[in-house]
């Protein structure tokens, strides 16, 4: 284990932390396993979302001009608004106390990385995604005309960045754009889904789910990249040989609008399709044990959803999108990986249903390879050594 600082982390989150998504999930298993590392951190954060209670943390939350009590997900106007005073409390903080490193999320790195230089404190850029390619993707924003400006400002942030960490399937484009960015990925722990027969049981009953047919789980956000518009659509395809078969998805946030659209509504209507609000994260594990196929159909994107981590824990078998993003942890001795279409989604999700000792050796391979890779101590050792080389290459910014 590496010698620690006395000093505390400052880490800027523009989330609201504590929520069950994504990054508020990830960030919270990093200050757990700071926490047991002896660590103390200071949070800058939105002025939205639940305390936590972690050994060694403070939070201190930005200002709140106009009472906001929810931040969507993805880049928003509300985003923008709030990461005004978010910018200042950073700035207040590195005036009041020296810090050993500034552990800067997502957009938040930019502002940081100017602060941070001012300070003479290394800049730990935290990569959840790649900023240009969420503003790319923006239908509300026509920016194509802004992309050489928006991948230079990308660079001359990879290369201020005294390391950079980034969600699994996004080294790749770090070491592309900036080939002497130290760089390193993300590989969160994954508790496997133990829950017993009684439970998943009366989970079944509370959704109306039938005690013997087989269930289809999809976990997490409905988010446009997340590609449920394809799995939607193969939903009649599976049901045309497997009938019997229901279709969960968990983690809806509101109206979304893929569930008003195309064969949704009457698949909702008829029960073939249950939707479940976004749960407790210490829920989850019912839902994943519930499943009989887990489903990842993810269009585009370059970060890896955290949801694969916990699926290969689950002890389940796997269907996923054969995309790069996938591939980062996936792999066909693991998984099930097809073409990210409707067909294909179908054809793995039945192969499996037809195939029970292919899924069953599918599934104790992913949960093997989760306990092997993916342990809390592993993770715990990640971060120390995280943290161990930001200091080491504090002193060697590139320009």
Same mark, same amino acid.
């Given at each position: ?15 609201? &932390? ?16 700071? /926490?047991?590392?002896?660590? /103390? ?26 009472? &906001? ?39 938040? #790195?930019?502002?940081?990385? %100017? ?14 995604? $790649?900023? %240009? ?12 005309? #802004? ?17 950079? %960490?980034? $969600? ?21 722990? $994954? ?79 008829? /029960?073939?399709?249950? %939707? ?6 210490? =829920?989850?594990?019912? &839902? ?43 792999? =066909?001795?693991? #998984?099930?990986?097809?073409?990210? =279409? ?58």
């Amino acid at each position: 284990m590496a010698k620690r600082s006395d000093a505390r982390i400052l880490v800027v989150a523009p989330q609201p &932390f504590y929520e069950d998504r994504g990054t508020p999930i990830a960030l919270r298993q990093v200050l757990h396993a700071l /926490g047991e590392l002896g660590r /103390g951190v200071d949070l800058v954060t939105y002025p939205v979302g639940a305390d936590a209670i972690i050994p060694g943390l403070r939070i201190f939350r930005s200002g709140n001009p106009f009472d &906001f009590k929810s931040v969507p997900i993805g880049l928003s106007l509300r985003k923008v608004v709030l990461d005004i005073p978010l910018t200042f409390m950073l700035r207040r903080r590195l005036t009041r106390e020296r810090y050993a490193c500034v552990h800067a999320i997502e957009e938040a #790195a930019f502002p940081a990385a %100017v602060l941070a230089r001012a300070h003479g404190i290394p800049l730990l850029y935290d990569m959840q995604s $790649s900023l %240009v390619e969420q503003l790319m993707r923006s239908a509300s924003l026509p920016l194509a005309p #802004a992309r050489p400006a928006l991948i230079a400002m990308e660079r001359w942030l990879l290369r201020q960045s005294s390391l950079v %960490v980034t $969600s699994a399937g996004l080294a790749d484009r770090v070491r592309a754009m900036v080939p002497s960015a130290p760089v390193r990925e993300w590989h969160f722990p $994954s508790a496997a889904a133990d829950s017993n027969p009684a439970e998943v049981r009366r989970l079944r009953e509370r959704l109306g789910v039938s005690p013997s047919g087989p269930v289809v789980l999809y976990s997490g956000t409905f988010e446009p990249y997340q590609g449920l518009p394809d799995l939607i659509a193969a939903i009649p395809i599976v049901r045309t040989r497997a009938p019997d078969t229901t279709f969960v998805f968990v983690g809806a946030d509101g109206v979304h609008e893929i569930l008003g659209h195309g064969a949704a509504p009457s698949l909702i209507a008829s /029960g073939v399709l249950r %939707v479940v609000e976004r749960q407790p994260r210490a =829920e989850i594990a019912a &839902f994943l044990a519930m499943a009989d196929v887990l489903v990842s159909p993810r269009a585009y994107g370059g970060n890896l959803p955290l949801k694969i981590f916990d699926y290969l824990a689950a002890g389940r078998p796997i269907v996923a999108t054969d995309i790069p993003t996938h591939r980062s942890v996936l792999a =066909e001795d693991r #998984a099930v990986l097809v073409a990210p =279409e409707p067909e294909a989604i179908a054809a793995g999700i039945l192969d499996l249903l037809d195939d029970a000792p292919r899924a069953r050796r599918l599934a104790a391979a992913a949960r093997s390879y989760a306990k092997q890779h993916f342990g809390w101590s592993r993770f715990v050792d990640s971060v120390d050594a995280l943290y161990a080389e930001v200091a080491r290459h504090a002193s060697a910014p590139r320009g």
